[in-house]
């Protein structure tokens, strides 16, 4: 699929997304798009999110909890390389530009080729 009728089509989603390209020598990768109902939800704008990092200390302010999601996000996405997985998926709590928290299921597409050059993450509530 093209990838502006690719990015299109995530634009008319109802539930938050975004595209992440990875990087050939950092974990840090880049936040290429953030759709409307993302920027509705979270408060947050594709300027403001260039990178996994800059997302990360967003979402996630409290560093300990941080560190909590991040251990468990790199476990779930080695595992599905390991079992050749699709998708990974798991819950977190995250905070949205006016300071409130909310739980959130997170689902990602686990990029297993060279061929994938970005990788979506969705966000649906759960409260």
């Given at each position: 699929?093209?990838q502006?009728?690719y990015?299109?089509f ?7 997304s975004?595209l992440?390209?990875?990087a050939?020598d950092?974990v840090n ?6 759709n409307?109902?993302f ?6 704008t594709?300027?403001q999110?260039?990178d996994?990092?800059h ?5 996630y ?17 080695e595992?599905?390389k390991e ?5 990974i998926?798991m819950?977190?709590c995250v905070?949205n530009?006016?300071?409130e ?6 689902v990602?597409?686990v990029?297993h ?14 409260e």
């Amino acid at each position: 699929m093209d990838q502006s009728v690719y990015r299109e089509f995530l634009q008319q989603l109802p539930i938050p997304s975004l595209l992440g390209e990875p990087a050939e020598d950092s974990v840090n990768h880049k936040v290429v798009f953030v759709n409307q109902a993302f920027t509705d939800e979270f408060g947050f704008t594709l300027s403001q999110i260039p990178d996994k990092d800059h997302w990360w200390q967003l979402a996630y302010p409290d560093p300990t909890y941080r560190a909590v999601v991040a251990s468990q996000w790199e476990l779930e996405w080695e595992l599905a390389k390991e079992k050749s997985l699709e998708q990974i998926s798991m819950e977190a709590c995250v905070t949205n530009n006016a300071g409130e928290e909310f739980r959130y299921r997170v689902v990602s597409s686990v990029n297993h080729s060279a061929e994938q050059d970005t990788y979506q993450v969705f966000f649906v509530r759960l409260e």
